[in-house]
Structure formats: structure tokens, C-alpha cells
């Protein structure tokens, strides 16, 4: 246990040193969504009545685009052999990286998913719903891209591959997200939408590490 | 059964096998799928809501069930490929896919003209059509895994991962997008209390159906012989280089 805190901490500072790692996915975040009153106009009506569902895409692609740098790096320098080679199990610790990479791109953007919304003109009120099924579903975006980002390890096109890849594995978990919110804004139960999105977490999360184990063991080969 | 399906890994006896049923398909698939269709098109019976739009159907559906069948065949040969290591079942996956991705295009291309006249529209964002689609971005996501690296066993095990995650990962988008939004219409053939529709329909059907399996069933063969030669002239570039430096 005491080898996956380490590999935590060693990634959060990497993020933090790394200067703009972290802080740019979360100003690409902030952009992404403030591009939207542009594209579709700036009607409060309308902004609303998407303000949700912008917050969870671009969130998700916020995700996507942070998740070149969580294996490339330690495949470069050599430290991901090491990793792979170590006696503890592969799966663990890709469950570090995957809750660095959390605490460094996802938290933030929980963090800031309100601001954002009242920035769309979202119904306040339901505030919550939103930040709750964000900080559900954005480990679970991270575990999926976790997925990805190590299948692609050492293929010739980066960024849009990983795009490719992850984007249809993360549909259900935003579904979900964003029919809470949509379930609160009118006045239905929430509780399902979120206990669902749990379990997608929940169940998909050991899959996921046993996919991208598999996935960085032939990367290093 | 399982002993003889594994005694195919061997490319040769492949070949062998390749040489014996390729005939057999083509010829299959050469009178299946005209006379499915000319029944279907032309003397089957008109639909007597649709009227004559409902003979999309005998493109569409079966489209569809291949689009299916072809992405569980290619999740089956990626895990059977990763589990014993038989290079010729990943190869058979690989040289599946893009003609499940054709079916699944076919699909949505004849399914949204058909929705124009009955819906209204080319496009609904509906359960179904949806998860067809989301099907389509995994064949596109495991083909471009595939040829996205210098060496190609390298890319075929990545893209093996990919389909055994991706086939897990199908019933949860089905049944996401079937809680998100439903418009079409409930499976009306494959349920358990018999066909819901008419024999004068279904005959056609199931006749364009099976040829549309057996042209797939030749395409793979030929996909998968090429492949195997594509392997072998590149194996046997490497020995010539090697052999040159």
C-alpha cells in the first residue's frame, strides 16, 4: 500500500511541477464551455436548458485530452518497465495513476462545474445534483481513459486515437450524469440516476484496471 | 467442436479450409441474396401502414443483424486470440471488422431513409439508432487501434483488448441509451413467442439474411487469406533485411 500512496504523490507532484499539466486541461475546460454562448447564442432560455449537458461534455473532453500524459511519460523514461516488473500487482497501480490523474484534472473540474453552470444559466437550485454526479462520474471517465491512453501507448497518431477509443466507453456513465440533473431540474427522483452511475463505477472500475494492466504489460514488451 | 475449430489456427490447414468452403459461399451468397431480394422488393406483399417503404427492411434488417453478429464474432476471435494465443483468430478479427463496420453503415444509411418517409425524418436520437451508431464508433475505434502501429502483432493485441472491453461495455450503452430515449419500434422477429410478422414477409427476409451471412462468410475468407499474406511478405522482408545488415 505504502508503494501505491508514493506513486500518488509522485504524480501529483509531477502535475503540479509540470507547470500547466493540470491547470490546462482545467482553462481548457473553462474555455470549452464558455465557447458554447458563442456557438449557439446567447438566449438565458436556451443556455439552460443545456447548461448541464455542456458541463458534462466538456468535462469529458477535458478528461480525454489529459490523458496523454499518464502513461506516455513513465513509458519515456523507462520508469513504467520498472513498474511493470515490480511484485505488486500491475492493476494497483494503475489505480494510482488513475486517482492522480483524478485528483489533478477531475477534482478541478468538479470543483468548478458550478461556476461554469452559472455562467450557462443553469437553475441554481439544483447545484448539487450537478457537482454529485460529476464526482461520481469522473473517476469513472478516468478509469475508461486509463483504457485508452495505454492501448495507444507506441502507436503512431497520439491524441485523436485516444479520443477515438475512449469516447464510446464513456457514454453510459454520461447518460446517467446528466439525466440526474436533467431528473432534478424536473422535479423527479434523482436518487436512481446517481445509484446507477455509481454502479457503473463500481463495476466497471475492475475491469478497467484489468484492461489497461493487459494493455501497459504489452506496451513494455 | 471446440478441438476443431482450434485445429484452424494452423494458417495452412486454413488454406486448406479456405480452398474447400470459399466456392460454396460465393455460390450461396450468388443465389441467396437476389432471390431474397427480388421476393422482397418486388412480390412480397406492401406493408398496409408503410405501403411500399417497409421493403427497406429486407436490406435493413439484415444489415443490422450482421452489424451484430460480425462485432460478437470479432469480440469472440479477439478473447479466443488473447486467451490461447492464436494468431490466425486475431487476424480473423481483424479481417472481420471493416465489413461489420460496412453492414453497420449499410444499417444506419437504409435505416435513416426509411425513417424520412415513415418518422418524418432522417434522424432521430433514439435508443436504437443510437446504440447502432455507438457500435459503429467502436468497429471504427478497434480498426484504427489496429493500424495505428509501426509493428502489427503489437496493434492487433491492443486492439483484441479493445473489442473484449468494448463488447463488455455494449449492453451497458444499449441499456443506457434504451433508458434515455425510445422511439424504435420493439424487436419484432427474434422473440420468444414466435415472429410478429407475416410469413409472406419473413421468407424474403430470412432468405436475404442468409445470403447476407454467407457473403459474409466469403468476404472473411478472402479478407483473412490476404492478411496472412500480408503477414508473411512482411515476415519475410524482415528475415531478408536481417539477413542483409
Redesign the interface.
Known amino acids: 500500500m505504502t508503494g501505491i500512496g508514493a506513486l500518488v504523490a509522485r504524480d501529483l507532484a509531477l502535475a503540479v511541477r509540470r507547470r500547466g499539466e493540470a491547470g490546462l486541461t482545467l482553462a481548457f475546460f473553462v474555455m470549452a464551455a464558455a465557447i458554447f454562448p458563442f456557438g449557439v447564442g446567447p438566449d438565458p432560455l436556451l443556455l439552460g436548458s443545456i447548461a448541464a449537458g455542456v458541463v458534462w461534455v466538456t468535462a469529458l473532453l477535458a478528461s480525454t485530452i489529459s490523458l496523454d500524459h499518464l502513461f506516455r511519460g513513465d513509458l519515456e523514461d523507462g520508469s513504467l518497465e520498472i513498474l511493470v516488473l515490480d511484485h505488486r500487482p500491475l492493476e494497483g497501480v494503475v489505480a494510482a495513476k488513475c486517482l492522480a490523474h483524478w485528483l489533478a484534472t477531475g477534482l478541478p473540474v468538479v470543483a468548478l462545474a458550478p461556476l461554469m453552470a452559472l455562467l450557462l444559466n443553469f437553475d441554481m437550485d439544483a447545484w448539487w445534483v450537478l457537482v454529485l454526479s460529476l464526482a461520481i462520474g469522473t473517476p469513472a471517465l478516468s478509469l475508461a481513459g486509463s483504457v485508452g491512453a495505454s492501448l495507444v501507448l507506441g502507436a503512431r497518431r497520439g491524441g485523436a486515437l485516444t479520443g477515438l477509443v475512449v469516447l464510446p466507453l464513456c457514454l453510459p456513465v454520461m447518460v446517467f450524469g446528466v439525466g440526474a440533473v436533467e431528473a432534478a431540474l424536473a422535479g423527479r427522483p434523482v436518487l436512481p440516476h446517481i445509484l446507477i452511475e455509481a454502479a457503473i463505477l463500481v463495476a466497471g472500475a475492475p475491469l478497467a484496471l484489468k484492461a489497461s494492466a493487459a494493455a501497459l504489460r504489452i506496451a513494455v514488451e | 467442436m471446440p478441438l476443431r475449430l482450434h485445429s484452424l489456427a494452423s494458417p495452412a490447414r486454413f488454406d486448406r479450409f479456405a480452398r474447400r468452403i470459399l466456392p460454396w459461399t460465393w455460390v450461396l451468397a450468388a443465389l441467396l441474396i437476389p432471390c431474397g431480394l427480388l421476393w422482397g422488393l418486388a412480390f412480397s406483399p406492401a406493408d398496409y401502414q408503410q405501403g411500399d417503404t417497409v421493403r427497406v427492411m429486407y436490406v435493413h434488417v439484415p444489415s443490422a443483424w450482421m452489424a451484430m453478429a460480425c462485432y460478437a464474432l470479432v469480440a469472440l476471435l479477439s478473447a479466443s486470440f ?1 486467451v490461447w494465443k492464436h494468431q490466425l483468430a486475431g487476424i480473423a478479427a481483424l479481417a472481420a471488422a471493416p465489413v461489420g463496420a460496412c453492414f453497420t453503415a449499410t444499417a444506419l444509411v437504409t435505416g435513416s431513409l426509411w425513417g424520412l418517409p415513415t418518422w418524418g425524418t432522417w434522424w432521430v436520437w433514439d435508443a436504437r439508432l443510437t446504440s447502432v451508431l ?1 457500435l459503429f ?2 468497429y ?2 478497434y480498426i ?2 489496429a493500424g ?3 509493428d502489427r502483432s ?2 492487433l ?3 483484441s ?2 473489442a ?3 463488447v ?2 455494449l449492453p ?2 444499449k ?3 434504451d ?2 430515449n425510445t422511439l424504435h419500434q420493439p424487436a419484432s422477429v427474434l422473440r420468444l413467442d414466435g415472429p410478429a410478422i407475416h410469413a409472406s414477409m419473413l421468407w424474403p427476409l430470412a432468405i436475404t439474411a442468409a445470403g447476407f451471412a454467407a457473403f459474409f462468410a466469403a468476404l472473411l475468407v478472402v479478407r483473412i487469406r490476404s492478411e496472412l499474406l500480408a503477414w508473411r511478405i512482411e515476415a519475410l522482408m524482415r528475415r531478408r533485411s536481417a539477413g542483409a545488415a
Do not use: M, P
Request: aromatic fraction near 16%; hydrophobic fraction near 70%.
Open positions: 488473447l455507438v464508433f467502436l471504427l475505434g484504427a487501434l495505428s502501429f509501426d503489437r496493434g493485441r491492443a486492439a483488448i479493445l473484449v472491453v468494448g463488455v461495455n451497458v450503452i441499456f443506457s441509451v433508458w434515455w
